[in-house]
């Protein structure tokens, strides 16, 4: 680890605008989103107000933030001044938030509404909202993802075991797809237009769906409780970290044939994983480390090798890959820092 950088409180997520350089953390305890410069690693704003930030999301083509909160708040950021320029309350609760960048829309779950938020990036204005799972309450919606080349939006329903396929030309369901028990982790392959799913089923097993057809083709079990997804589209290997209290285990799945290949044992109660395309290496944080802190191992993709264990900060929730400049920010819930690892 090379730095620690401080920031608001409880830094609950943090994502990454690729052409500016900028790194954005929701603090949800501070009411803040914390703005970091990835070319000096120093904060260099706070913008106050975002109340309960939980999650964020950045449309690089727009320079423009989005940060779902609490009480049914939504956050739009202007990254040319890193200002907070609109503010939606349509209540309910938040708990993900993605954005097409083709089509400039951003789509937010709203678990107490059973609904998708859609928001018109360019006019500010909410769009549409797009009920999701069964019922009112009944399909307790949890995770969304887009893949911006079909125009396709996905959500898992968790109480109702299914995912929804949204489509963004006409903001409706055109799909509901029974995945498995309690899915709770999305990742999306936009070359192969793939779709993984984490349930609980047999145990813990990642749902694998053709995005050409909205059909599940695959349930890949044996993976156990699966964390916060990665993807390599450039090697097409699909990285499932084990969160089960007391496990070791990093699946290791190829696109390919839809297999486990491997599993990567290290740490303890491994919750996430990051991907450098580019060298083909896996950062994985766990939930428990030596001397009670947390640790991120890093995995060579290339013969899933263990090859650095790096000590970072408590509660580590969320992570992000900067290729540009070869570095790793991970955001630790725990010590209100973001601690940065050198590729």
Known sequence: MIRTIRVGEAPNDIALNRRTNKLYVANNRSNTV??????TNRVIATIKGVKGAATVTVNPCTNRIYVAGSAGNLFIIDGRTDTLIKTFNVGGAFSSIAVNVRTNLVYSLNIVKNAVTVIDGKLKKIAATIKVGKQVLAGLPNTVGVNPFVNRIYVLNTDADTMSVIDGCSNKVVKTIKIGNKPSSLAINLRTDRIYAATSTNAGSVAVVDGRNNKLIKIISG??????????????????????????????????????????????????????????RIYVATAIGESSRERVFVINGANNKIIANVRVGLSTLSGVVNEKNNRVYMANQGENTISVIAG
Do not use: F
């Open 223 to 280: 993976v156990g409780s699966v964390g916060t997804m990665a993807i390599n589209p450039i090697t097409n290997r699909i990285y499932a970290p084990d969160d089960t209290t007391g496990s070791k285990n990093v699946a290791v799945i190829s696109g390919a044939n839809n297999k486990l290949i491997a599993t990567v044992v290290n740490g303890e109660s491994p919750v996430l994983a990051v991907v450098n395309q580019k060298l083909n």
């Open 34 to 39: 914390s703005v970091i410069n990835s070319g």
